[in-house]
């Protein structure tokens, strides 16, 4: 079995969903959502589909326009038992400086929400890595799991995030044939310590860069790691698998 642990299928990029997620019917998929109006949409994927689990949750680039109605929608949601985590949420300054605090307020907020409801958080991180370290290791409680979605910093923070019991989410950034430093991470860190995600529709692993990329192409994430790390393809599997069942409190499902 393989688990996307973050991806975006939804109707504005895919013109045939129920393809895409056909090919995963043997297989787990967790949907992401970033704006406030997708939760409608999740809702509706994973009470159509069994092998279909979301999370849901505000992203950093609406922290100026988001309102209250937004959180409380978000909130109202979390007690569905598809509902697996709150995310992807986090810091992004890759565009600027100028709304930080608007962006950490939302982030502890909702921070809140997943301490308070016990889902999973999913963080989006990006030219933010020493805030987003300080706020998580802040206002997290102890017993709230956190997986960092996408992982792009260095090795030192990977160490200091998987020592916290953080999960690192490796996509097809992976398979890119000048990236470094994550091959670096994924050559040096247990494999313990990763989940499996696409990101779809973004980020297509080689060798299908340039197309739209879909939960299926995980499968292609996993064989590098294995390339990488010099194991058993199914080993990456059987391993990432219990890291995300694990992570996302999937105890039910039969490995």
């Not at 097809?172 to 494999?191: A, M, P, R, S």
């Not at 995600?197 to 299926?216: A, V």
């Given at each position: ?53 979301g ?30 985590g ?62 960092m ?84 393809y ?12 694990k ?9």
């Amino acid at each position: 079995m393989m688990i996307d642990t973050h991806c975006h299928i939804l109707k504005e990029d895919y013109d045939n969903i129920e393809e895409v997620i056909k090919k995963m019917k043997e297989n787990i998929i967790i949907v992401s959502s970033a704006s406030p109006k997708d939760i409608d949409e999740i809702i509706d994927l994973i009470e159509k589909y069994d092998n279909i689990y979301g999370t849901i949750g505000i992203h950093p680039e609406f922290a100026n326009t988001y309102t209250k109605t937004d959180l409380t929608k978000l909130e109202s949601n979390l007690n569905h038992p598809k509902i697996v985590g709150i995310g992807e949420i986090g810091l992004d300054y890759h565009y600027g400086n100028d709304n930080k605090e608007a962006q950490k307020e939302l982030f502890i907020k909702q921070i809140d929400l997943a301490n308070k409801y016990h889902k999973t958080i999913v963080i989006h991180s990006r030219d933010a890595k020493e805030d987003t370290y300080n706020i998580i290791k802040t206002y997290k409680n102890n017993d709230t799991k956190c997986n960092m979605h996408c992982y792009g910093y260095d090795l030192e923070m990977a160490k200091k995030l998987t020592n916290q019991n953080i999960t690192l989410g490796i996509g097809g950034i992976l398979t890119f044939k000048n990236e470094k430093k994550l091959k670096k991470i994924v050559q040096e860190l247990d494999l313990k310590n990763f989940v499996l995600e696409t990101d779809s529709p973004y980020l297509t692993p080689e060798p299908f860069r340039g197309h739209i990329n879909e939960p299926y192409n995980i499968k292609y994430v996993a064989e590098k790691i294995a390339e990488i790390k010099n194991i058993k393809y199914e080993e990456v599997l059987k391993q990432t698998t219990k890291n995300a069942i694990k992570q996302f409190d999937l105890k039910y499902l039969d490995i």
